[in-house]
């Protein structure tokens, strides 16, 4: 991934965060890693804990950015989440899965789509 990408990519998550905050969410942390990979936000939203995963896009040539959340991306987040569970020790009554698409116009400001149980 280039420096120009990851800079987008850091740009859309604070967006989707701030998105977050101002719809209620409470985060509780960002941009968890392990060796199977990474979770960009959880969040409570109320009593449900949210595992969000946040994709960005410059301009529409590769489609929406939650169409980049293929079956196999939804899997291993489902399993990331588990982990993080398990290594935290937290318990949810619910729990689900986000995805908020960032849309980043060539002028104004960036459009989050915030897609509630997308998987």
Request: charged residues 25%; contains cysteine.
């Amino acid at each position: 991934m280039t420096t120009r990408n990851q800079a987008v990519g850091a740009y859309g998550e604070r967006c989707a965060l701030r998105h977050l905050i101002a719809a209620g969410l409470r985060p509780v942390t960002r941009n968890w890693r392990c060796p199977a990979g990474e979770i960009d936000i959880i969040a409570w939203d109320g009593p449900v804990l949210a595992f969000c995963e946040v994709k960005t896009r410059r301009g529409g040539e590769f489609g929406s950015p939650a169409e980049a959340v293929v079956p196999a991306k939804a899997r291993r987040l489902r399993g990331l989440a588990a982990r993080w569970l398990a290594q935290t020790g937290t318990t949810a009554d619910e729990i689900r899965f986000d995805v908020l698409s960032v849309r980043l116009p060539d002028a104004g400001p960036a459009r989050v789509e915030h897609l509630k149980g997308a998987f």
